[in-house]
Antibody, heavy 119, light 108 residues
Framework: QVQLLQSGAEVKKPGASVKVSCKVS????????IHWVRQAPGEWLEWMGG????????VYAQRFQGRVNMTEDTSADTAYMELSSLRSEDTAIYYC????????????WGQGTMVTVSS | DIQMTQSPSTLSASVGDRVTITCRAS??????LAWYQQKPGKAPKLLIY???SLESGVPSRFSGSGSGTEFTLTISSLQPDDFATYYC??????????FGGGTKVEIK
């Protein structure tokens, strides 16, 4: 059974960066397209970016362009999302998720990583 | 960006009720729509993909319909485990993928 295991909660100061990891267990990372979705407290879900097979590359939501970097270490079956220049509005739960084989819907989710940005 | 609008934002219902949630897209997304259920403190769970296809393991009381710009999620007979927040998501366009604002189903 495939699971996504995320790193633990983080507390960061404004202006800092955070790097969240997402390890695939039960299969290999190369079998999946990994995406990142965040959810501010009491708010809706917001897609940040992920691997787009039709582009053959990772694509980012425009509002995060220049501040986010998503990478993968296939030898460790682990994906990473790094967000820089943090501000209080980035306080949220960050989820990784896999895209269904037929595209677009997210069928497996990590447990979420709480990132708190506070001075 | 394709905007996804859900209604209602909150819904009060009783066990056994038939419940319908609507999701409207700002432009046609054909059938590229998913529905998720989220409970407090938990990750979302995929219920429906491609507008009407039931994800494996999801009870058959959940169903989805629609195409183009208007979609519905129906729970035929609400169960205690179904009290949660539901989100729609379009994946016609990756630039960006977008979710609706959510519908919270509460106990009446």
């Amino acid at each position: 059974q495939v699971q996504l295991l995320q790193s633990g909660a983080e507390v960061k100061k404004p202006g800092a960066s955070v790097k969240v990891s997402c390890k695939v267990s039960g299969n290999t990372l190369t079998e999946f397209s990994i995406h990142w979705v965040r959810q501010a407290p009491g708010e809706w879900l917001e897609w940040m970016g992920g691997f787009a097979p039709e582009d053959g590359d990772i694509v980012y939501a425009q509002r995060f362009q220049g501040r986010v970097n998503m990478t993968e270490d296939t030898s460790a079956d682990t994906a990473y999302m790094e967000l820089s220049s943090l501000r209080s509005e980035d306080t949220a739960i960050y989820y990784c998720a896999t895209e269904r084989f037929d595209g677009g819907a997210f069928d497996i989710w990590g447990q979420g990583t709480m990132v708190t940005v506070s001075s | 960006d394709i905007q996804m609008t859900q209604s209602p934002s909150t819904l009060s219902a009783s066990v056994g009720d038939r419940v319908t949630i609507t999701c409207r897209a700002s432009q046609s997304i054909k059938s590229w729509l998913a529905w998720y259920q989220q409970k407090p403190g938990k990750a979302p769970k995929l219920l429906i993909y491609k507008a009407s296809s039931l994800e494996s393991g999801v009870p058959s009381r959940f169903s989805g319909s629609g195409s183009g710009t208007e979609f519905t999620l129906t729970i035929s007979s609400l169960q205690p485990d179904d009290f949660a927040t539901y989100y729609c998501q379009q994946y016609e366009s990756f630039y960006p993928l977008t979710f609706g604002g959510g519908t919270k189903v509460e106990i009446k």
